[in-house]
């Protein structure tokens, strides 16, 4: 399979967001629900900031067509959310490695979506590595979170690519594992 991977631009926002909203908690298909969501409600405005301000959004692209995306930014870009807020605040909470994680030395990757036409093919593997690679310049450390209801996001991050789960925490009467890995 051919893939071109590549760090978005804004000629790619429209694209990105209606692969984004295929599997956004609200318009998702019942049938498709069981293999993951996205839970946050992305705008044009927020893609147009992660691009401009954070050089964090990461594409794969296949016969032309935008098959998958991964977000990565600062903690300051993503504490527009509550969610962030209480990670940020919690990030003391674990260790990785040893390694003392913080604001400064971290970023949050994901969300992450691949297309259900290629599913299973290794473009999640290549995106995420992409994604990694990029982000490494910048920072050591990776920290990112996972709904305990999404087993195939769990299995794809644990197994298919290196991260370990550092904790565990409740938000909203949901239930999350945080995860961390060394950018390289
Ligand atoms: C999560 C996601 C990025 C993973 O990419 P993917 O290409 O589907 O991942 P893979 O198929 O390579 O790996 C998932 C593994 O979980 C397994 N799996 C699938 N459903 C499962 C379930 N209900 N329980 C346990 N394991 C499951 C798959 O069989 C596969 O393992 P295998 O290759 O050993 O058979 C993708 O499914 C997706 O975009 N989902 C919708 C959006 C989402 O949930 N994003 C992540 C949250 S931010």
Same mark, same amino acid.
């Given at each position: 399979?051919?893939?071109?991977?590549?760090?978005?631009?804004?000629?790619? @926002?429209?694209? @990105?967001?209606? =692969? /984004?909203?295929?599997?956004?908690?609200? !318009?998702?298909?019942?049938?498709?629900? %069981? #293999?993951?969501?996205?839970? $946050?409600?992305?705008?044009?405005? /927020? =893609?147009?900031?992660?691009? $401009?301000?954070? *050089?964090?959004?990461?594409?794969?692209?296949?016969?032309?067509?935008?098959?998958?995306?991964? +977000? !990565?930014?600062?903690?300051?870009?993503?504490?527009?959310?509550?969610?962030?807020?209480? +990670?940020?605040?919690?990030?003391? #909470?674990?260790?990785?490695?040893?390694?003392?994680? $913080?604001?400064?030395? *971290?970023?949050?990757?994901?969300?992450?979506?691949?297309?259900? !036409?290629?599913?299973?093919?290794?473009?999640?593997?290549?995106?995420?590595?992409?994604? =990694? %690679?990029? +982000?490494?310049?910048?920072?050591?450390?990776?920290?990112?979170?996972? &709904?305990?209801?999404?087993?195939? *996001?769990?299995?794809? /991050?644990?197994?298919? @690519?290196?991260?370990? @789960?550092?904790?565990?925490?409740?938000? &909203?009467?949901? /239930?999350?594992?945080?995860?961390?890995?060394?950018?390289?």
């Amino acid at each position: 399979m051919s893939l071109e991977l590549k760090i978005a631009t804004l000629e790619n @926002v429209a694209e @990105v967001l209606t =692969l /984004h909203y295929k599997y956004q908690v609200d !318009s998702i298909s019942e049938e498709d629900k %069981k #293999d993951g969501f996205i839970t $946050t409600a992305f705008t044009e405005s /927020h =893609l147009t900031r992660l691009i $401009t301000e954070e *050089s964090g959004l990461f594409i794969a692209v296949k016969d032309g067509k935008i098959v998958a995306y991964a +977000m !990565s930014a600062s903690w300051g870009f993503w504490c527009q959310w509550p969610m962030f807020e209480y +990670m940020v605040a919690n990030l003391h #909470d674990a260790t990785l490695l040893g390694n003392e994680l $913080t604001e400064n030395n *971290s970023y949050q990757y994901g969300p992450v979506c691949v297309d259900k !036409s290629v599913r299973g093919e290794g473009v999640f593997e290549a995106v995420f590595q992409f994604a =990694l %690679k990029e +982000m490494s310049a910048r920072y050591p450390f990776m920290v990112t979170f996972i &709904n305990k209801i999404n087993l195939r *996001s769990y299995q794809a /991050h644990t197994r298919k @690519v290196n991260l370990d @789960v550092i904790s565990e925490f409740d938000f &909203n009467n949901n /239930h999350y594992f945080k995860l961390a890995c060394k950018t390289s």
